[in-house]
């Protein structure tokens, strides 16, 4: 498998001094976003909405929806007046904020010869702005926003850098591969501490003025460091393990905002399309992934629930595809009832002890186990499914 490099972007490919460009960006937003609106009031509400952004754990709602329904109603928009006051600040006014930033002389240098090893090269910027702004930043740095698989933007990404799972929700969205990671950012608070909690091998860029590190940051240095330092290592090593209780919380939550982010503007025709005779349509894998959940998942959990040592069954599943006649479901409503069934079971693991993760069971399959292996299987089986899912839309 290729290896994947997940490269934040301000101060690290894009040298962007967060301390000038910030404060700039929201007087900017605050006084062209609509100048109809008082400057100070529309600040105010961008800080509120970017706040919600950043707290925000639903996995039905893109960080776009979240800011767009706290910011919108303090001033009476719809979504449309929304849409239109949104395009025009990011074509017209925040191109203008460029010159606040500079180029890192390393960083295309770097990409060029990433690409040319063979690595997944994914821009894993904070979700916080659209497309449009985006794109216009990974320009500034001197790169092509086309040449990467993956940019993150809060149009289609459900979390933000301060959360684990938004790391499984990148990988996630290029289909959960197999094989090395690693994250490279300037942030130990955004970029390395959460990464390292889903499992993912770090690089610290520490060579930008401001920047710092410690013991904590493990494997730091500039741009030509990190080039060094991937061309020395065995890059199994940077292979991540999913087993830690916080990389399989991580791995839970982010699974509904991947399946949203790679469904939800699918056609109906999409939805039934079936490549071939032995594999399902995504309207079936859909709804296997809800009834496993309320059927299985459910039960699991709740066995764990005043039970010493419970036993585990694990019922065949592999037939509900055809006696339940899943080809003929509405597949977006499948999707909408895996979301509430993996909300009721999100709030079962988050109200279990810590001591309870430990508790042993007996396994049907797999034999003497524990509660956090159980969940492990769990999130294993969201990322087969996502590869599969991943998959299928490939031959669509």
Excluded at 156 to 184: C, I, N, Q
């Amino acid at each position: 498998m290729k290896p994947i490099l997940l490269l934040d972007l301000d101060d690290t490919l894009l040298n962007t001094n967060q301390d000038v460009f910030v404060p700039a960006y929201f007087q900017a937003l605050s006084t062209g976003f609509n100048p109809r609106l008082d400057p100070a009031a529309v600040g105010r509400a961008l800080l509120t909405s970017t706040a919600q952004m950043n707290q925000s754990e639903d996995f039905s709602r893109t960080l776009r929806e979240v800011f767009e329904v706290t910011f919108s109603p303090q001033f009476g928009l719809d979504t449309q007046e929304f849409d239109s006051h949104i395009e025009k600040f990011y074509s017209q006014i925040f191109p203008t904020l460029q010159g606040i930033t500079s180029q890192n002389p390393h960083a295309k240098p770097f990409i060029d010869w990433a690409f040319a090893q063979g690595f997944r090269v994914l821009i894993a910027t904070d979700p916080l702005l659209p497309r449009a702004a985006t794109w216009h930043r990974v320009r500034w740095a001197g790169l092509d926003p086309e040449r990467f698989e993956l940019i993150s933007t809060f149009d289609d990404f459900h979390f933000s850098k301060t959360h684990a799972a938004y790391y499984a929700e990148v990988l996630g969205r290029v289909g959960w591969p197999e094989g090395p990671v690693l994250m490279v950012g300037n942030d130990m608070e955004r970029d390395i501490l959460p990464a390292k909690k889903l499992g993912l091998a770090t690089f610290f860029v520490d060579a930008e003025p401001g920047s710092t590190s410690g013991p904590e940051a493990g494997h730091h240095g500039n741009l030509q460091d990190l080039r060094r330092y991937l061309e020395s290592t065995d890059l199994a090593t940077l292979t991540p393990s999913f087993k830690s209780k916080e990389s399989i919380m991580a791995i839970y939550l982010s699974t509904p905002a991947v399946l949203d982010g790679l469904l939800r503007n699918l056609t109906s025709d999409e939805w039934k399309s079936k490549p071939s005779a032995s594999e399902w349509t995504l309207t079936e894998l859909i709804c296997h992934l809800r009834d496993t959940e309320r059927e299985i998942h459910y039960m699991q959990l709740k066995l764990f629930n005043g039970q010493d040592e419970p036993f585990i069954p694990r019922p065949d599943t592999g037939v509900w595809a055809n006696q339940r006649d899943y080809l003929h479901e509405d597949g977006l409503a499948a999707l909408r009832e895996f979301n509430e069934a993996r909300r009721v079971n999100l709030e079962l693991l988050k109200n279990t002890s810590e001591e309870a993760w430990e508790r042993k069971a007996r396994h049907a399959i797999f034999g003497p186990t524990n509660f956090r292996e159980i969940v492990g299987f769990m999130t294993d089986h969201d990322r087969m499914h996502i590869q599969q899912t991943y998959a299928l839309l490939k031959k669509l």
